[in-house]
């Protein structure tokens, strides 16, 4: 490898990082204005309610890693983010809503985006340190709007009005939380 | 390459001290153990090449950058944030394990070329020559008689050719009756010199049974009683390790065990890390001090 190669190589890999770490100040003004004003109802009338649970950690508790078995990492009543109610701008996906109320109430959150096939969205590894796989082979995050499962990714999932919306962590792929895969 | 004291040891000893080493760095990710491989490899590759063996590693910096900055961008678990990429945070515990993750790539690279001084080729026909001889004696013929077919092929086509059969406007009958024609030639001619083989294969004692290879290694008493010691250390180190007493988090936060099973797990590490290099440097130092 001549110098003048090495050099050019460095050059890319320092200016991808620098593009990455300032790509985030780039139009997202509207954003920062939507987290500031999250819960400001005099905004707008129309609302969703947004609530985030891992209580189902608590009956599979020996399953879960072993240093994820502290109380800063699943609290003892099992909700992360409790009955919260935000507004709801035009446009929100049950995504927009989940990443803005992790932004303004500090909460760790991580995904995953596809943009291949029919099934193009992001897909949630975890919330609050607890990922896929944390507990059980079986385990992940799964979401539900008015109680009812959407078959498909969050990001694709356009909000209606007063609709409530809850991030709940299952360790038996949906089971626990009332899923019944009917055999036909 | 010097002449080494360990290299006169039988290739059943050396090749087990040394898939031991390897499985030792690559099962484990606790950082105090990576370090030890690391500086245990190390030892052994100065006292074989001494100078030279620094300048193989100048590449290893391109492991280091590409896991420490790399591997953070796609991986955002952890309880420290230091930067954010498209609004998801660079953690200090993913560049963490980037280094360890690195740290453990290069010193089994390194154990890898210290393995390629211990193990030549002689000793590798010998440790290997008896499980996979037929297997490789199919697989070399196999290998030799495609490009041979190819090749005889083409003999058959170009003396065709100079009897004048092989035209180039010929119609496509013809064309596929000369291609029958010369097939038929190419198997009988193979066929041929398959019998040929088996002959010469027979009259050189293939089949007859129980045959030895020429080898010039002894199983010695040494050779006892370092493979003695080395299972024994290994097979207290394997119970530590299915027990999980070495374990390291690195998500979401770093957490070291450190008890006095994890300590004595370690000592038992570097003694089977440092045990060769160590005799190895014992006898180089005072050969040194013979000579002057």
Known sequence: MTKRYKKIVLCVLIGILLIFTFSQYLGKSKENYRIKHAEDLNISDKTVTLCIRCDTILQHYSMLQENLQKETFVPQDGIILKDTTFVLFPGDTAFDLLQRATKRYGIQMEYRGSYTGKISGNYIEGINFLYEFSCGKDSGWMYMVNGDFPNYSCSQYPLKNKDKIVFAYTCERGKDLGIHYDRK | ?292
Not at chain 2, 101 to 113: E, V
Not at chain 2, 252 to 279: D, R
Request: proline share 2%.
């Open chain 2, 1 to 292: 390459m010097k002449k080494l004291k360990w290299n006169q040891r039988h290739p059943i000893t050396i090749f087990l001290h040394a898939s031991m080493m390897l499985l030792g760095t690559m099962l484990t990710m606790h950082p105090v153990m990576l370090f030890l491989s690391l500086i245990g490899a190390f030892m052994y590759g100065m006292v074989i090449e001494g100078k030279k063996w620094w300048q193989q590693f100048r590449w290893c910096i391109w492991i280091f950058a590409i896991e420490m900055l790399f591997f953070p961008c796609f991986r955002h678990n952890g309880v420290t944030p230091i930067a954010s990429i498209g609004g998801q945070a660079i953690t200090l515990e993913s560049v963490l394990y980037g280094f360890f993750m690195s740290i453990l790539l290069i010193s089994s690279y390194a154990w890898f070329r210290v393995i390629s001084f211990w193990i030549d080729e002689e000793r590798l026909l010998y440790l290997f020559g008896s499980i996979w001889s037929s297997f490789g004696l199919l697989l070399s013929m196999i290998f030799r008689f495609l490009p041979m077919l190819r090749q005889r092929y083409r003999e058959i086509q170009e003396v065709q050719r100079g009897l004048g059969r092989g035209n180039k406007n010929l119609s496509l009958p013809e064309q596929i009756y000369l291609f029958g024609k010369n097939s038929s030639t190419l198997i009988s001619w193979a066929l041929e010199h398959t019998i040929e083989t088996t002959i010469s294969m027979e009259s050189r004692g293939y089949g007859i049974g129980k045959r030895t290879t020429f080898h010039r290694f002894v199983f010695r008493l040494q050779d006892v009683f370092w493979c003695i010691g080395m299972i024994a250390l290994e097979m207290i180190w394997g119970l530590g390790f299915i027990k999980r007493y070495y374990v390291m988090y690195y998500f979401p936060a770093l957490e070291m065990q450190w008890n006095s099973k994890t300590q004595f797990g370690i000592i038992i590490y570097a003694i089977g890390m440092f045990s060769v290099a160590v005799t190895e440097l014992c006898v180089f130092m005072f050969r040194k001090k013979e000579v002057s």
